[in-house]
């Protein structure tokens, strides 16, 4: 199973709101989890099952989507944001890849 | 939530061979499966490996396959890698990261800090 996340980056302001996108070529049902990684860190989860936001991680991420086509959203960006976000897939069996990563920059 | 420390990584020619180690505390180990990540210089994340918490079941990448081996001591809290045969391209930080959950609902959490593992002659 192939994932592609849309953009690859972008550049966005404090406040603004941003959405990624996350294609898998099979259906996922909503099998899908988001990461976040700030340089020299750990991945960090951030939701799971496509929508069920991981305890502790802010209320401003939203996950969203099912089948093939997901989303992740920040509703307004902050400065702890500013990394890299990659989605994984679980189907049944591994390889349980990730895509490529979108990288968020400070405009 | 628990948390996992990676160590063993380092600097290693092509063709030799390294273990990795994964030390997990704060929660029980014995009943989660495990798995190792890898990430390249500046590249994104690659899922490379597998163990059931009974260590019955072991899956791997195809690009690690036949060279590395997935084991772990629930005993010690402990998960390995066992790393031969390695090439330029198996230079990368490796991370463990714990399974959790079933179905849709499973989720890598929580990962370790990773280790380097750099092979240059």
């Known amino acids: 199973i192939q994932l592609t996340q849309s953009p690859s980056s972008l550049s966005a302001s404090v406040g603004d709101r941003v959405t990624i996108t996350c294609r898998a070529s099979q259906d996922l049902k909503n099998y899908l989890a988001w990461y976040q990684q700030r340089p020299g860190q750990a991945p960090k989860l951030l939701m799971y099952a496509a929508s069920t936001l991981q305890s502790g991680v802010s209320s401003r991420f939203s996950g969203g989507g099912s089948g093939t086509d997901f989303t992740l959203t920040i509703s307004s960006l902050q400065p702890e944001d500013f990394a890299t976000y990659y989605c994984?897939?679980?189907?049944?069996?591994?390889?349980?890849?990730f895509g490529q990563g979108t990288t968020v920059e400070i405009k | 939530e628990g948390q996992l420390v990676e160590s063993g990584g380092g600097l290693v020619q092509p063709g030799e061979s390294l273990r990795l180690s994964c030390v997990a505390s704060g929660f029980t180990f014995s009943i989660w499966e495990m798995n190792w990540v890898r990430q390249a210089p500046g590249k994104g994340l690659e899922w490379i490996s597998y163990i059931s918490k009974s260590t019955t079941t072991m899956y791997y990448a195809d690009s690690v396959k036949g060279r590395f081996t997935i084991s772990r001591d629930n005993a010690k809290n402990s998960l390995y890698l066992q790393m031969n045969s390695l090439r330029g391209e198996d230079t990368a930080v490796y991370y463990c990261?714990?399974?959790?959950?079933?179905?849709?609902?499973?989720?890598?959490?929580?990962w370790g800090q990773g280790t380097l593992v750099t092979v240059s002659s």
């Open positions: 994984q897939h679980f189907d049944t069996y591994p390889p349980w890849t």
């Open positions: 990261a714990t399974l959790r959950d079933a179905g849709s609902n499973r989720r890598f959490d929580p």
